[in-house]
T-cell receptor, first 114, second 113 residues
């Protein structure tokens, strides 16, 4: 059974802090790992990673994948109150009828105080 | 206009009632998905469809059914709603085979009393 585990489950920081969110996975026929940000509504796409060691970056957010150790991290530097959200990690499988399906982790609730 | 829309956005119903949640998309994607979200459990896949003639069960399909009326429309039905189906329901779409990125609708908050 596919498994995606995120840690920590919740995190409270102050503006300006740097945070690291973790996602580990056990998936047959791994194809991709995705990060989403969910504020009060729909999850919005942040990154998709398919190759180990290549950092993806968007502003203050960055993410990297380690396919050997089966995990990814999402870093947010100089946090702002607008970064408060649930961050979801999902893993996509390749092959057959599983192609295109995502398995999600539980999410990390990030709260940034002014 | 939003690319993925869901109706209704909120619904309160009673145990035993039949409920339909609707999803429409203007992204031109073939693949559509229904998820439910419960606190602390992330998103769990209910059903998915890779084209109009292809419907597949996800990990928690019991008590649900779906209909893919057209490429752009995918409906989720609760045949006889029960209180533990109270949750936030999301529809999602994805496009070509080269990417796993899914795009989500705004969600439907369903409460079963």
């Amino acid at each position: 059974e596919d498994k995606v585990v995120q840690s920590p489950l919740s995190l409270v920081v102050h503006e300006g802090d740097t945070v690291t969110l973790n996602c580990s996975y056990e998936v047959t026929n791994f194809r991709s790992l995705l990060w989403y940000k969910q504020e009060k509504k729909a999850p919005t796409f942040l990154f998709m990673l398919t190759s180990s060691g290549i950092e993806k970056k968007s502003g203050r957010l960055s993410s990297i994948l380690d396919k050997k150790e089966l995990f990814s991290i999402l870093n947010i530097t100089a946090t702002q109150t607008g970064d408060s959200a649930v961050y979801l990690c999902a893993v996509g499988r390749g092959g057959g009828t599983s192609y295109g399906k995502l398995t999600f982790g539980q999410g990390t609730i990030l709260t940034v105080h002014p | 206009d939003a690319d993925v829309t869901q109706t209704p956005r909120n619904r309160i119903t009673k145990t035993g009632k039949r409920i339909m949640l609707e999803c429409s998309q203007t992204k031109g994607h073939d693949r559509m998905y229904w998820y439910r979200q419960d606190p602390g459990l992330g998103l769990r896949l209910i059903y998915y469809s890779f084209d109009v003639k292809d419907i597949n069960k996800g990990e928690i399909s019991d008590g649900y059914s779906v209909s893919r009326q057209a490429q752009a429309k995918f409906s989720l039905s609760l045949e006889s709603a029960i209180p533990n189906q109270t949750a936030l329901y999301f529809c999602a779409t994805s496009g070509d085979l080269g990417t796993d990125t899914q795009y989500f609708g705004p969600g439907t908050r369903l409460t079963v009393l």
